[in-house]
């Protein structure tokens, strides 16, 4: 998803073969579904935040973890947080405001959208909002995501580098990015680590366009072209600056993600690729609004996924960077909403979000997922009202949603491994 909520208009790409869940779930695994669909079911689940997981929920995610349900077990997120481009802003006294929301709630982490104009060797237009973004992940103790987006010279999105002379140009930016931020002038400290995402969506015609070229699917051929490319290099430079580092890949829409992952995988043993091409994989999973999967495939989704990247990456870390339950709105609010709702999913009313919120820390982390991200603290006025605070009115604070101490006692929970498996 994108963070300004586009709603884009375009044929569905193939979706994968039935043949694939058969094949990489065992048939034990399949006849749990019935059972997930219960643990995820949100009327049943809309319970007091403070109760405890159900056992249907427990016994069906345990069935997909190999989990014994007699054992005790626990875990952890290394990292939870929101996507908010409220930080990426020039006064810096909003920056910090958000910055304090996000703390509040108890996230460790902040992930922002960061646009480059096809052509450019820097960032000087954006480095007031850069500086104040990393100045309060920086001051707030908070990890550092920031997630590249390609745009066209007529702002648009949906570029990205492909030949040798524009990969140079869109890793000069982020280096010089990288030295304006934090190197010996840089304008901020050092946060507790800066994770660098080269592409959102690469599997999303919003953000990269041109998905096929003569018949040929390019896409995914031309984002291993950049991994590759960026990888050593943009290490190279975070080691002079003393940073803790990461290189983020995928960052996939969940339509076709497995599809995506899998060509991936067949490029890089194609072409011989044997160095790193990126220290985590991530993809994103939404329960309703216009790029939903049924709520019951969640625990699905995330297993087979992950065994998808093990088996065409070898061990990687993985991290969930947009999760997003659409809500309802109060009437006495909508009227500072600008977009229509979302039509394929029924949005969630705010408990039943939270609840879905706790429900996926919880699944993602029993399933070896090692970060999460929220889509938005607060609701932007678009389709994606997947905040746990509504749009704020001019001027005045976000009204918070129910969902607010399900998913702050969650974050809790998850950050101090308290998560039951």
């Not at 219960?38 to 405890?52: C, G, H, K, M, R």
């Not at 050593?232 to 983020?248: D, T, V, W, Y």
């Not at 044997?274 to 999967?293: C, F, L, W």
Request: charged residues 20%; proline residues 5%; positive net charge.
């Amino acid at each position: 998803m994108g963070f300004e909520s586009p709603v884009l208009e375009h044929p569905d790409l193939a979706q994968e073969p039935p043949e694939v869940s058969r094949k990489i779930l065992p048939k034990r695994l399949l006849t749990c579904l019935g059972a997930c669909a219960i643990a995820l079911s949100f009327p049943v689940l809309a319970e007091s935040y403070s109760t405890p997981y159900s056992n249907e929920t427990r016994r069906a995610a345990n069935a997909l973890t190999n989990v014994d349900s007699s054992e005790q077990q626990t875990a952890l997120l290394q990292g939870v947080g929101f996507s908010t481009n409220k930080v990426w802003v020039e006064n810096s006294g909003e920056a910090h405001a958000e910055a304090q929301r996000v703390t509040d709630v108890g996230s460790n982490t902040i992930r922002i959208a960061n646009p480059y104009t096809r052509g450019g060797i820097s960032v000087h237009n954006d480095l007031k909002r850069l500086c104040n973004t990393a100045n309060v992940a920086a001051q707030n103790d908070l990890d550092l995501i920031i997630s590249w987006e390609g745009r066209y010279q007529n702002k648009e999105l949906g570029y990205i580098p492909t030949t040798a002379s524009e990969k140079r140009k869109y890793l000069t930016a982020i280096i010089n990015m990288m030295d304006q931020l934090y190197g010996d002038q840089g304008c901020a400290q050092s946060p507790p680590s800066l994770n660098i995402s080269l592409f959102n969506e690469p599997n999303n015609p919003l953000f990269l366009r041109n998905q096929y070229i003569n018949g040929e699917w390019v896409a995914p051929k031309q984002v291993i072209s950049l991994y590759e490319y960026s990888y050593g290099r943009l290490h190279q430079k975070a080691e002079s600056l003393g940073l803790n580092f990461r290189i983020i890949a995928g960052e996939l829409r969940q339509r076709d993600a497995g599809k995506f992952l899998r060509r991936m995988a067949e490029i890089v043993k194609e072409q011989k690729i044997k160095n790193k091409i990126a220290d985590v994989m991530s993809y994103h999973y939404y329960a309703n609004g216009p790029d939903a999967q049924s709520s019951q495939a969640a625990v699905e989704y995330i297993q087979r996924l992950n065994l998808t990247i093990d088996e065409g990456f070898g061990y990687m870390e993985k991290w969930i960077t947009e999760v997003g339950a659409i809500t309802t709105v109060p009437a006495s609010l909508k009227k500072h909403y600008t977009k229509k709702k979302a039509s394929t999913r029924k949005p969630l009313t705010p408990r039943e979000q939270g609840v879905f919120y706790r429900d996926f820390y919880r699944i993602a982390a029993c399933n070896g997922i090692k970060r999460v991200i929220n889509f938005h603290y607060s609701d932007d006025g678009g389709i994606l009202t997947t905040g746990v605070a509504y749009k704020p009115k001019r001027n005045k604070p976000a009204i918070k949603k129910a969902s607010y101490p399900i998913v702050q006692q969650s974050f809790n929970e998850a950050l101090t491994g308290k998560i039951e498996c």
